[in-house]
């Protein structure tokens, strides 16, 4: 599972950073072989700052932060991960929702998960949440995802998904979803639309931060997933 825990730089950010000390070396170093050993290293460090931003990606919590994450959240949080370079909205414009999905459902089905294939009735997923005569499904909400051997469902939202507060949505349809004890929630680290930009994952962390920290409403799930992609 790639290490998520601290905030470091992006990969734009590292780029930035070494294409900068490589014309600083271009100006001062020699045409002898010191300077052909410096630009060395210096491709070397380009390789390192990369990878290391990529193994930060993706951003993720898990709450209430009292508990650790479930052990499947591994295989989540990997494919996500593995799709860095396809789906990262700092690094990738225009990356939507559904690409998003598109780009994690071969990985999440191959561990379990049930994942929306399109937009026809059959190709989606929907749980139920209430019953009615003879046992009939009477209330049902779509998802993009569910897994079963956890009792975990998945949404992941737009770049605006936190200032249209679907956020909100999703945890309280999750709430009441029958056989869902998690909620995995991925949101884009930044957006910018209209000119505006919203970091849909830091805000919706602060309004989930505080849902845990207050005892004024219970969440009936034993934990939610937050991701940033």
Not at 114 to 134: H, W, Y
Not at 209 to 217: E, G, V
Request: aromatic share 8%; net charge neutral; hydrophobic share 40%.
């Amino acid at each position: 599972m790639r290490n998520c825990s601290g905030a470091n730089p992006s990969r734009r950010d590292a780029f930035a950073h070494v294409r900068r000390d490589s014309f600083d070396i271009g100006l001062t170093q020699t045409a002898d072989g010191s300077r052909q050993h410096t630009v060395a290293a210096r491709i070397g460090e380009l390789f390192l700052l990369s990878s290391t931003a990529m193994d930060d990606y993706p951003a993720w919590r898990f709450f209430p932060s009292r508990l650790p994450a479930p052990s499947w959240a591994e295989d989540v949080l990997r494919a996500f991960g593995d799709q860095a370079a396809t789906i990262s909205s700092i690094d990738n414009s225009g990356v939507g929702s559904d690409d998003a999905l598109a780009a994690v459902r071969p990985a999440l089905q191959s561990v379990g998960f049930e994942v929306e294939a399109g937009k026809k009735k059959e190709q989606k997923i929907s749980r139920p949440v209430l019953f009615g005569d003879n046992g009939k499904t009477e209330v049902a909400y779509e998802v993009d995802g569910y897994f079963e051997a956890g009792k975990a469902v998945l949404e992941v939202e737009a770049g605006r998904g936190a200032a249209n507060n679907a956020d909100y949505r999703d945890l309280v349809r999750a709430s009441l979803m029958v056989d869902v004890d998690y909620l995995i929630l991925a949101m884009m680290l930044e957006y910018s639309g209209g000119g505006t930009q919203i970091r849909s994952f830091a805000q919706t962390k602060k309004r989930i931060d505080a849902i845990y920290a207050s005892d004024r409403l219970k969440l009936p799930l034993k934990g939610v997933l937050l991701i940033g992609y």
